[in-house]
């Protein structure tokens, strides 16, 4: 059971990045999923997420307006469309996913499952 991230890279500022984490011995159909990055010398922060209804989604005040998680179960992967990257976006980029059903889905104790982290790096 894994969970798989790409797609990040470096870019500058102004550009776009979509992340892709395609999950493998577990479906993404009933648990809530989401993204979280961590900068260096700083701690883990949730960036957005969707619940396991789909019903419900939540982005990082810093990140509303360019960022858009979406989830396709059929292909069993997450997406995050980042777009109007800023340096501070630069971060490693880390998908998870969690089965709590009423879980606080921007809070990273909910998640039992993580990827390995992709890069984000924004030039100015």
């Known amino acids: 059971v894994q969970l798989q991230a790409s797609g990040g890279g470096l870019v500058q500022e102004g550009g776009s990045l979509r992340l892709s984490c395609a999950a493998s011995?577990?479906?993404?159909?009933?648990?809530?999923v989401g993204w979280f990055r961590q900068a260096p010398g700083k701690e883990r922060e949730f960036v957005a997420a969707?619940?396991?209804?789909?019903?419900?989604?939540m982005y990082a005040d810093s990140v509303k307006g360019r960022f858009t998680v979406s989830r396709d179960n059929a292909k069993n992967t997450l997406y995050l469309q980042m777009n109007s990257l800023k340096p501070g976006d630069t971060a490693v980029y880390y998908c998870?996913?969690?089965?709590?059903?009423?879980?606080?889905?921007?809070?990273?104790?909910?998640?039992?499952?993580w990827g390995q982290g992709t890069q984000v790096t924004v030039s100015s």
């Open positions: 011995g577990r479906t993404f159909s009933g648990y809530n």
């Open positions: 998870a996913s969690g089965s709590g059903r009423n879980a606080l889905i921007s809070q990273s104790y909910e998640y039992d499952l």
């Open positions: 969707i619940n396991w209804t789909g019903l419900r989604i």
